[in-house]
């Protein structure tokens, strides 16, 4: 069974810089990609970043691409995403989720890590 587990997510100002972590167990992890959503208060869960686990190929949602990296251990099965100049409307839950690569859906998510940004 597959578990993934997010962390890293906290308070932070406006400006600041954050890393959050998704620790994935389970099997193994070749053949898919994962990626990051977030949901904020009141809105639909939105698709964040996305990497193919093998070869590392990545996407990014137009808002946040420039300020949001998304990278992975391989060999630690560790994914990340690192974000720079935190704006308050970063402010939601940040999820992480798997899917093998032909899959058109994300059928395996984390509990979440919450992340605020004020102003």
């Known amino acids: 069974q597959v578990q993934l587990v997010e962390s890293g997510g906290g308070l932070a100002q406006a400006g600041d810089s954050l890393r959050l972590s998704c620790a994935a167990s389970?099997?193994?992890?070749?053949?898919?990609?994962m990626a990051w959503f977030r949901q904020a208060p009141g809105k639909e869960r939105e698709y964040v970043a996305g990497i193919m686990w093998s070869g590392g190929h990545t996407s990014y949602a137009d808002s946040v691409e420039g300020r949001f990296t998304i990278s992975r251990d391989y060999y630690k099965n560790i994914l990340y995403l690192q974000i720079i100049s935190l704006k308050p409307e970063d402010t939601a839950v940040y999820y992480c989720?798997?899917?093998?690569?032909?899959?058109?859906?994300?059928?395996?998510w984390g509990q979440g890590t919450q992340v605020t940004v004020s102003s």
């Open positions: 389970g099997s193994y992890l070749s053949t898919y990609a």
């Open positions: 989720a798997r899917k093998t690569v032909k899959s058109s859906t994300w059928p395996e």
